[in-house]
Nanobody, 115 residues
Framework: QAQFVESGGGLVQPGGSLSLSCVAS????????MGWYRQAPGKPRELVAN???????GYSDSVQGRFTISRDNDKNTVYLQMTSLKPDDTAVYYCNLMAPLIRDWGQGTQVTVSS
């Protein structure tokens, strides 16, 4: 059974940076496109970035140019480097496969952007 463990969140001031990590288990990690998602209070969960490999990446308009997704298949880990953070980036961040292959969600990692 697939499991995802996210880490790296925290409290940061506007304009700051954070780096998130997600370790996956129970899947053949290298075979899947991976995504980072977030859910802000009162809002639906949204996809913010996805990666197949270093040459095939995708970002939502809201994070394009500020967030960078990467992966290490040897470590079954996907990363999200976040810069120029804004209060609107405040959310719980999750990783998972891409729809329609989404598995059970992990606990996520809270990112709070506030002065």
């Amino acid at each position: 059974q697939a499991q995802f463990v996210e880490s790296g969140g925290g409290l940061v001031q506007p304009g700051g940076s954070l780096s998130l990590s997600c370790v996956a288990s129970g899947i053949k990690f290298s075979s899947y496109v991976m995504g980072w998602y977030r859910q802000a209070p009162g809002k639906p969960r949204e996809l913010v970035a996805n990666i197949e490999d270093a040459d095939n990446l995708g970002y939502s308009d809201s994070v394009q140019g500020r967030f960078t997704i990467s992966r290490d298949n040897d470590k079954n880990t996907v990363y999200l480097q976040m810069t120029s953070l804004k209060p609107d980036d405040t959310a719980v961040y999750y990783c998972n496969l891409m729809a329609p292959l989404i598995r059970d969600w992990g606990q996520g990692t809270q990112v709070t952007v506030s002065s």
